[in-house]
């Protein structure tokens, strides 16, 4: 079975915000219960000192697995420090 790649662009609240931290949560709280995996990260500048962090997510190619992106955006966005967060690319690997 194939997997996705999605690359989530997630947007913190302020340049003062330790994006350190959210990709620690995203890394070890978040993904709890949900089958992804974080295969890295990328920090994209935007403006004003304010970065955006690319994730770039590994699910499975099925209803499950969008299933499970979906969540984990929704946990992603319930942090205080996440401004918005939105699927940039989705593309199918692993044949």
Do not use: H, W
């Not at 995203?26 to 962090?53: C, M, N, Q, R, S």
């Not at 969540?71 to 401004?83: A, K, S």
Request: charged share 30%.
């Amino acid at each position: 079975m194939a997997n996705v790649l999605s690359i989530l662009k997630v947007i913190p609240t302020s340049p003062e915000v330790d994006r350190e931290e959210i990709v620690s949560l995203a890394k070890t709280e978040l993904i709890k219960g949900l089958d992804l995996e974080i295969l890295k990260k990328e920090e994209v500048p935007l403006f004003f000192g304010l970065y955006a962090i690319k994730l770039f997510v590994k699910t499975a190619d099925s209803d499950e697995g969008t299933e499970t992106l979906q969540n984990f955006e929704n946990r992603l966005l319930e942090l205080e420090e996440v401004d918005n967060c939105e699927v940039e690319l989705q593309t199918i690997i692993d044949y």
